[in-house]
Every structure is written in C-alpha cells, then in structure tokens.
C-alpha cells in the first residue's frame, strides 16, 4: 500500500471512529442494540487495521504521518469525554420542547396512551425526536406532582439511561421508572439525568 493511500485512510478511519462516538446513541436507536456488535467491529476493526499498517509503514518507509493521525485520534478517544458532550448538548439543545411536553402532561391535555403500560407517552410527531428509543416516555405520579423520563438510550430491561423532570425538584428515587439507578446526576432545577444499568 503507498504512503499517499494510507494517509487517507487514516483520516477516514479517524474520522469514521470520531463521528461513531459523537453519534453513537444515535445509531444504537436506529439499528438497536442487537446489532451493535457488529457496527463496532467494523468501525473499530477497520481503525485498529489501518493503525498497524501505519505502524508498519513507518518502520519500513519512515512515513510517520498515518500513525500521528492514528495517534492523534487514539488520545482524543482517551481524554475527550464524548458522551458527556453530546448529553449536555442534547439536553441544552431540547429543554424548552421537554419542558412544554411536561406541561402539556401536568395540565392532562398528554396522558398515557399505551395500551399495554400505563405509564407510557407515546409523544406527538414533532415531539418524537424528545426521547429515543420510539419517542415513548414514562410518567410517574408522585405525591408531590409528576416524575418524567425521557429516555436518552432505552436498552433491554432495566438498562436504560435519560433526563427525569420533577415538579416538584426532588431527586428521583433510586428505584424510580423500575431502575436500578447507579447514576442520578442533577442538570439543571427541575432536571435530572439517570442511568440504570
């Protein structure tokens, strides 16, 4: 393989691996967990092959430009905290349309419409974007008013992660929505995120 071809695929490899992780959750709705696995070995293998060949390209021709993007891309990988970004991004981004659906839910002009489960939302058309996973949410009463999750990745069974609205401002319980919350993160009054896994 020439030098001149190895270095565009290295900045395709980087930039597939960069733009996986920014979108990542994205594309676990879209193909479903199931076949993540394989979306990884692809994105990943095709990374970690076009790294050795950089490797080895450097040792046999001295060319060092393919493995400094490989490099460059690995420490990225390492120190950029990826999914923190896009949460933060994806909450400040949605906040007001969540915040206009927990009122339309708190005046009971939204209430749960799933047959099989009667705590769930399924959104309106243009508030489906809201909460991944069908644009369903969960609802909860409490005494003290409403507990809402709006789900930023719904996996299988009690693996799930999302934003939480409480009227009243108090931090979900740690069994809220039938979780198992090992992460309840304040964001903002009112505005929780919560990870059961």
Do not use: C
Not at 29 to 57: E, H, M
Not at 95 to 123: C, F, H, T
Not at 149 to 168: H, Q
Not at 172 to 194: H, L, R, T
């Amino acid at each position: 393989m020439n030098s001149k071809k190895l270095f565009y695929l290295s900045i395709t490899s980087s930039v597939i691996v960069i733009f996986y992780m920014f979108f990542q959750w994205r594309i676990v709705d879209i193909i479903t967990p199931f076949l993540l696995l394989p979306v990884l070995l692809i994105v990943f293998g095709f990374f970690i092959y076009v790294s050795v060949r950089a490797i080895i390209t450097l040792f046999k021709n001295k060319e060092w430009k393919p493995i400094v993007i490989q490099v460059i891309t690995f420490l990225l990988l390492f120190f950029i905290p990826f999914n923190q970004i896009v949460l933060v991004m994806d909450f400040k981004l949605n906040k007001s349309k969540r915040e206009q659906v927990a009122k339309m839910i708190q005046s009971g002009e939204l209430k749960p419409n799933i047959s099989y489960d009667a705590l769930l939302i399924d959104l309106p058309k243009k508030y489906e974007h809201l909460s991944s996973g069908g644009g369903e949410i969960e609802v909860e009463k409490t005494d003290a008013g409403y507990n809402i999750l709006f789900y930023t990745y719904r996996g299988i069974l009690d693996n799930f992660s999302g934003f939480v609205y409480t009227s009243n401002g108090q931090k979900p319980s740690k069994k809220a929505f039938n979780g198992d919350f090992k992460e309840i993160d304040k964001m903002d009054k009112n505005w929780y995120f919560v990870g059961s896994y």
